[in-house]
């Protein structure tokens, strides 16, 4: 919840403006800003690099849900990603898996494709309970979907407990968690899709530490929070992405 409509179009219109020239082969950009924000920012976007999407979604395709938005409302205005499960939204609006699952088959069903947020808090770390977590997170996103609408997906481990804390996770310990859900996406829909699935980790990546996390195998790019709020450190974690050859 950060960004007015003015905020929101000079701050995208900074980044389109940092990114000419980054081939589209090399690095996938995506901006969620919020929904207010997204007609405009589509029109600053346009024939770029960067590619729209939503931080949040309704599970129903319409109805009496006063102040909700519909997958069709974010496709009419140039959606093309959502934001699902965010860890922001399972802690402050008790977003259950049930509900994630409900919101990702409503997405794929109408053309988005889901951004899938999983990831432990401090306490479940430190009892040793992340494998579990995160694993019952994904299988749950995954209840009742094949392959085909699995491929159009993707993750973004969010250990909570390195969000806003100032703590980030070792590139060995993120490595060590998108290892296991690309062995889940397998056991979901098979070796080709685990191979070409994309895992953003999510945990305060900024300009000093991106280069370090995604060279690890496993991490595909970033979910940016605080660092996407300045069009110089969000551009900057873009370039380090491109460099490898990653997902921004």
């Not at 496709?75 to 977003?95: A, D, L, M, W």
């Amino acid at each position: 919840m950060h960004t007015t409509l003015g905020e929101a179009g000079a701050l995208v219109q900074g980044i389109r403006t940092g990114l000419d020239g980054v081939p589209a082969d090399r690095v996938r950009v995506i901006v969620c800003p919020p929904y207010i924000s997204l007609h405009s920012v589509h029109e600053i976007i346009r024939n770029s690099v960067i590619a729209l999407g939503a931080q949040n979604m309704h599970e129903q395709d319409a109805g009496a849900y006063t102040g909700e938005i519909s997958a069709a409302m974010l496709r009419s205005v140039g959606c093309e990603y959502v934001i699902i499960g965010h860890s922001e939204r399972r802690k402050y609006f008790h977003e259950t898996d049930e509900l994630v699952n409900a919101k990702i088959k409503k997405a794929v069903e109408n053309g988005l494709r889901p951004i899938v947020c999983v990831g432990e808090l401090l306490e479940e770390r430190e009892r040793g309970a992340t494998v579990e977590i995160v694993s019952r997170q994904v299988r749950a996103a995954f209840d009742g979907l094949g392959a085909d609408h699995i491929r159009k997906c993707i993750i973004a481990y969010e250990p909570v407990w390195a969000i806003g804390t100032g703590k980030t996770a070792t590139p060995q310990q993120a490595q060590e968690v998108h290892e296991i859900i690309r062995g889940l996406v397998r056991e979901a829909a098979g070796g080709e899709v685990a191979d070409r699935f994309v895992i953003l980790y999510g945990g305060s990546m900024k300009p000093e530490n991106a280069g370090d996390l995604l060279c690890q195998p496993d991490v595909d790019g970033g979910l940016i929070g605080g660092a996407s709020l300045k069009a110089d450190s969000f551009i900057a974690i873009v370039k380090a992405a491109e460099r490898l050859g990653q997902t921004g």
